[in-house]
Nanobody
Framework: QVQLVESGGGLVQPGGSLRLSCAASGRIFSISTMGWYRQPPGKQRELVAVTTSGGSTNYADSVQGRFTISRDNAKNTVYLQMNRLKSEDTAVYYC???????????????WGQGTQVTVSS
């Protein structure tokens, strides 16, 4: 009933840029927070950046100043602009939305399927 679809991953050289997108669709009444997480090879999933419906943002220290999260509430879409990419940014990137479905009574977290970002020369 709810889908999150990510796009924009790929292979990029160190110092390059990529922009990820994640669109939520389905029986959605409201979305409070949307964010990006990543899972490097052999490691646990970690927070990258999150934004609220009011526009506040929070970033992991490792990406502060290089990544920018933004959101289009009318399109239920969140973006992640990644600049000055490093090899350690290589990971599968996942989108998460905390939302209330139509006729729902509680918010739940929904995840996208993930998109691979590889930073390598």
């Amino acid at each position: 009933q709810v889908q999150l679809v990510e796009s924009g991953g790929g292979l990029v050289q160190p110092g390059g840029s990529l922009r990820l997108s994640c669109a939520a669709s389905g029986r959605i009444f409201s979305i409070s927070t949307m964010g990006w997480y990543r899972q490097p090879p052999g490691k646990q999933r970690e927070l990258v950046a999150v934004t609220t419906s009011g526009g506040s943002t929070n970033y992991a220290d490792s990406v502060q100043g290089r990544f920018t999260i933004s959101r289009d509430n009318a399109k239920n879409t969140v973006y992640l602009q990644m600049n000055r990419l490093k090899s350690e940014d290589t990971a599968v990137y996942y989108c998460k939305a905390r939302l209330l479905q139509l006729f729902g009574v509680s918010e739940y977290d929904y995840w996208g399927q993930g998109t691979q970002v590889t930073v390598s020369s």
